[in-house]
């Protein structure tokens, strides 16, 4: 059974910075993109990021230049730094990857909230 597991999410002030990490387990041949997406309350979920297993990222633009993707493919990590936070970034944080067993599958983790304060 896969599992994503995100940590890191809480409250901070606007213009603060939090990091987002999450961990893949369970059994699989291997991770594709992995990314970020946020649904705030009332909104449909959104991409904050996403990062290709060579590296190669995209933003949304709302978040360029303030957050940053990476990963470390041997830990099955994905992470997310929030930088010079606002509080329109407050929003459910989820967790997405494509993971190959017999075939490629996206999953997703249970999200983590992250709130900022005006």
């Known amino acids: 059974q896969v599992q994503l597991v995100e940590s890191g999410g809480g409250l901070v002030q606007a213009g603060g910075s939090l990091r987002l990490s999450c961990a893949a387990s369970?059994?699989?041949?291997?991770?594709?993109?992995m990314g970020w997406y946020r649904q705030a309350p009332g909104n449909q979920r959104e991409l904050v990021a996403r990062?290709?297993?060579?590296?190669?990222?995209n933003y949304a633009d709302s978040v360029k230049g303030r957050f940053t993707i990476s990963r470390d493919n041997a830990k099955n990590t994905v992470y997310l730094q929030m930088n010079s936070l606002k509080p329109e970034d407050t929003a459910v944080y989820y967790c997405?990857?494509?993971?190959?067993?017999?075939?490629?599958?996206?999953?997703w983790g249970r999200g983590t909230q992250v709130t900022v304060s005006s």
């Open positions: 997405n990857a494509i993971i190959v067993q017999q075939v490629s599958f996206s999953y």
């Open positions: 369970g059994r699989f041949r291997s991770i594709n993109d």
């Open positions: 990062i290709t297993s060579g590296g190669i990222t």
